[in-house]
């Protein structure tokens, strides 16, 4: 049986722990530059934006932040089309990493994200550098769009579009 994983919105509450989790060697080598100022983001709920943590048997283990790449207000992604996603994922502790969680997790973020009906495709931009990372979205389906600089990080830019997502694992329903 699957781990029993579910995501709930983050809240101030959280804020001691994911600044634990942000200062753990493998967050930190899965974004170097990250200075994401959590007292001030875990107080905002814009639209373009859900900010969730993962409970296993309600056990906090993850984060994952879902954005529409085309209204988040820095602008990051550039010029995006409408209609689409933008996924950040990531484990707090080490011994939490390779469990099968972070599937799991994806899973529900995916079909977060196209319960939407509008939603075309799902973006993802690791570093280049963090190859298991890379591994672990192609298994999910997603394919490489390009290697693109994102500030000082070169990143690649996968893409998974909702048809090949449910051909993939038609068993995800909505
Ligand atoms: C990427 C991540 C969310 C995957 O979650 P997970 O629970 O470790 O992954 P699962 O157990 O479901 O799947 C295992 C796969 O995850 C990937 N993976 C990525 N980083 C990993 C790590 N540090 N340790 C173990 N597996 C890792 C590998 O592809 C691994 O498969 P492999 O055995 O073929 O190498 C998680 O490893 C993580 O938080 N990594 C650090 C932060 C990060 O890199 N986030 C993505 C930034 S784009």
Redesign the pocket.
Known sequence: MPPQIQLRPASIADLALLQHWDEQP??I???PDDKWNWEEELLKTPDWREQLIAELDGRPI?CIQIIDPQLEETHYWGEVPPKLRAI????GE?S???????????HLALRRCFQAPEVTAVL????ES?V??????E?LGFQLVEKRRFDEDDCMVYRLERGRYFELFPNSSL
């Open positions: 493998h967050t080598a899965s974004d993850g950040d994922i990531w484990i080490a939490d990493l390779g469990k099968g969680y972070g599937t799991v997790m994806m993802i931009d690791p570093l963090n298991q990372a890379h591994r672990f979205y298994r």
